[in-house]
C-alpha cells in the first residue's frame, strides 16, 4: 500500500482547523510520507484539485496553523456510490492509500461512506476521521477541537455583552450556535463573575422551549435586578421538535446531510425580542446573532484547543500508517485525569451520523441554565489569560439636597 496521504477538510471551519492540517502534515513528514491536499473537501477529490503539502515549507506552515478556518476549504457534500468511484479513480490515479478527513459527524459520516465503497470496490484504503466542530456534539468524545476556542469567544463576547447591559439597563439576547447540541450556548455562563452578572438565563436545545415559561423567567429577572441577560441557542425547539425559528420562515435551506439551515438569520433573536416588549411591555430589549463570527474568530483562540488539534492530527497520521491492510476509524479525545486527554481510534460506525447532546448534570433543573458540573468541565477547555473584568468600589457620597428639610 502506498504511502501517499491525502488530506481534507470539512464541514465548517474552526479557529484551529488548520492546526490538524499542519500536525497531518509534519507527522508525515517526520515518516517520510507524502501529502496531498484536496481543496473544498471531497469535492476537491472528485474535481482532481489537490496541492502537493510536503513541499510547504515549516515557517509557512506554522503560519497557517495559527490562521483560523479552513485554509484547504471545504464543503458538505456527501458521496454516493457513483461519488466514490469518481473518487476511487482520481485516488488510483495518483496512488493514495491513506484518506484523512478533518471534520464533524457529517464528515465521519462521509469517511465511513467512502470506506465502505473502498471495501466493496475492492479498492484498498485507510480511511480516517479527525474530529473537528465547535458544537462539541460528537460521540465518543469528550470534546472536540474547534468547541474551546469558540466557546472561549462566546464567554468573551458575553462578558463585554453583560457590562453592555449593566451600563444601559435593559434586556439583552444573544442567539448562540448549536443545532441539536447547547454545549456552545452553555459556554456563556462562564461569563459570570459577580452574582448579579448575566447570562442570567441560558436555555439549550436538550430542553423544550415553552415561550410562556422564557417570558416569566424573563420577567423575575428583569424585576430582580432590573435588567436581564439571555443566552439561547439557535436549535431551541416547541414539544414537537419544531426549531423556534423555523416558524418565522416561508421555507428552509437544508444541506445534503439533510441539516435545516438555523445559522445566518437574526430571525429567532428579532423574534424573542419581540415577543419581550409586546408581551413584558420593557422597552429597551436588544438582540444579536452571533452567527458565524464564534467559529473562526480571528486572535481568539484556547491554548489548550491549539495543542490538541495539533495533536489530532499528529495521531490520525500514526494511526493510518500503523494500521496493516485496509483500515478505518475515527479519532476520539479522552478525558483522563485533572486535566489530561488520551487519544483512541474509534469505529466510524460510533461516530458517523450521530449527535451527542449535553449530558443532563450540566443542566439546571430549570431548564434555563447550567449545573456547577458544567462549569468544571468546561473551564480547563478554556485555556490560560482569559480577560478579567472589574468594577469600581462603592464609595457613595452622602447626598446633601436630599437630606435637606422642605423649606
Known sequence: M?????????????AVINQTLAGVVLEARRVDAQVYGARHGVRGIVNEDLVDLTKETPTHLERVAATPAAALGSTRDKPDAEYCRRIFAVLAAHDIGHFLYIGGNDSADT???????????????????IPKTIDNDLVGNDHTPGFPSAARFVVQAYAGANLD??????????????????FLTAAAALARKF???????????????????????????????????????EGIHDAAGTPIVTRLAASVEQDAHGNVQLSGTGALADLLCEQIKTQLAIKRVRGDTFGY???????????????EAREVGEKAVQFALAATGAAQGSVAIRRVGDYAVDLVLQPLAAVAGKTRVMEDEFINAQGNGVTPAFHAYLRPLLGGGLPEVHRLRSNPVAKVLAAAPAA
Open 293 to 307: 463570527l464564534q467559529r473562526s474568530f480571528l486572535g481568539c483562540v484556547s491554548d489548550v484547543d491549539r495543542r
Open 2 to 14: 502506498s504511502k501517499r496521504i491525502l488530506v481534507a477538510q470539512g464541514g465548517g471551519p474552526t
Open 195 to 233: 452574582p448579579d452578572d448575566g447570562p442570567h438565563l441560558v436555555y439549550l436545545p436538550e430542553r423544550v422551549f415553552e415561550p410562556e415559561r422564557f417570558l416569566a423567567d424573563v420577567q423575575a429577572v428583569y424585576e430582580r435586578h432590573g435588567r436581564c441577560v439571555v443566552a439561547a441557542s
Open 111 to 129: 469517511v465511513r461512506i467512502v470506506a465502505e465503497q473502498a471495501a466493496a470496490a475492492g479498492y484498498p484504503l485507510r480511511a480516517i476521521h
Open 165 to 182: 447591559n449593566a451600563a444601559l439597563p435593559g434586556v439583552y439576547v444573544g442567539v448562540v450556535m448549536g443545532r441539536h447540541a447547547g
